[in-house]
């Protein structure tokens, strides 16, 4: 028995010495080990095994001038805004021009068909006959006189009915040529053109609608070369806004590229139910520039003030918001709620609140954050 357990003795330390002189080490045992995080009962604390593998960074401080961003839309300017107005009512029997067109001064935009116009022309031929006829009376009147046939009294009745006839022909007139036809060339059908150039920015009328000449006008013409940038501010962010102040705007449609415009109207209503009130920003349309277009404004403050800088990789974007871990001690870190401002050189980024220069945060928030949703 004793001769048994000599022999066991024996084989351990010749295992123990072939494990000894084969000089290969175990690259498990030399690794660090795993980190690990205690969940904490409050979401916002987590708890780690190994700090040292959770690199810290400093917020800096920097400088940068206070920023409100707004949304907006484009909208045509008024003052460039021009009604195509007629005032003959009737048919539309010819429509030439669409909504979103680019139309020339003078180019026919439709053609109506008006009982305005017949009865104009009516008025205006027998305005022409009685003139004619006046006009002849006149002249008999002033042979007469001449001759001592009759009296002063009746040379200025003629000259007066004849004045008078004269008026009512160039009244008949200038309401034909305000229907939008010419005395001298009589037509059923009036031409109606734009008064100005630049875009159909609104369309009432269709093949075979009626026209009525108190009803809305046919089609509104606006110059794009310069539009609206129509926006809402919130009442506690006016004080940042005045007239004349710069604006950058950036449109949905195209982020990359920004836009210079400026403040020429704050609204003097603001809206009972949102708090906000209409600021309206004057932008040089380079023609890509679409009315109803969604756009940002950015307001920037003349004076510079200190704000926190820290790596673009301690910011974890998290269910719409910016966050950050800050060190508690003793291996635990909060996530703080920040609200994130530009992207600066160096990988950087602004922190516009919810920390402060001098801070100490998680250098790569990301890597906490999936380590703990791991566990």
Same mark, same amino acid.
């Given at each position: ?29 030399? =690794? ?183 009803? =809305? ?119 703080? =709620? ?12 602004e922190i516009l609140s919810g920390l402060a220069a001098g801070q100490r945060v998680v250098a790569n928030a990301l890597t906490l954050q999936n380590t703990a949703d791991n566990e």
């Open positions: 028995m004793r001769n048994l357990a000599n022999a066991g003795l024996a084989l351990l330390a010749v295992l123990a010495g072939s494990g000894c002189d084969s000089g290969r080490a175990n690259p498990a045992a030399e =690794a660090p080990p795993p980190a690990q995080v205690i969940p904490e009962p409050d979401g916002d604390f987590v708890q780690v095994s190994e700090p040292s593998q959770f690199p810290l960074a400093v917020a800096v401080e920097y400088n940068a001038a206070p920023k409100l961003v707004v949304t907006g839309s484009v909208s045509p300017d008024v003052s460039r805004t021009v009604p195509v107005v007629t005032l003959a009512s009737g048919r539309v029997v010819d429509v030439r021009a669409r909504l979103g067109d680019t139309v020339r001064k003078g180019q026919l935009l439709l053609r109506v068909r008006s009982d305005d116009v017949s009865a104009g022309y009516s008025d205006y031929r027998k305005a022409v006959a009685d003139e004619l006829l006046t006009r002849k009376q006149l002249a008999r009147a002033t042979d007469l006189l001449a001759h001592g046939a009759i009296p002063q009294s009746a040379l200025e009745a003629a000259q007066d009915a004849e004045d008078k006839a004269l008026a009512t022909l160039q009244t008949a007139s200038e309401h034909l040529r305000l229907l939008g036809n010419d005395p001298d060339h009589p037509s059923a059908v009036v031409a109606i053109t734009a008064p100005v150039s630049g875009v159909i920015t609104d369309q009432q009328v269709t093949q075979g609608s009626s026209i009525e000449s108190h009803s =809305a006008n046919p089609f509104t013409i606006s110059d794009l070369s310069r539009v609206w940038i129509i926006c809402d501010v919130y009442e506690n962010n006016l004080p940042q806004v005045h007239i004349g102040q710069a604006a950058e705007i950036r449109l949905n449609a195209y982020p990359n590229q920004v836009f210079t415009g400026r403040v020429s109207n704050i609204g003097a209503i603001l809206d009972p139910n949102i708090r906000t009130a209409k600021v309206r920003i004057e932008v040089r349309n380079p023609g890509i520039m679409r009315i109803g277009m969604f756009a940002t404004a950015t307001f920037r403050g003349a004076k510079k003030l200190p704000r926190a800088a820290v790596p673009a990789g301690a910011i974890l974007h998290l269910h719409d918001r910016d966050w950050v871990f800050v060190p508690q001690g003793d291996r635990r870190y909060r996530r703080v =709620a920040v609200v994130a401002g530009d992207s600066l050189p160096n990988n950087m980024q």
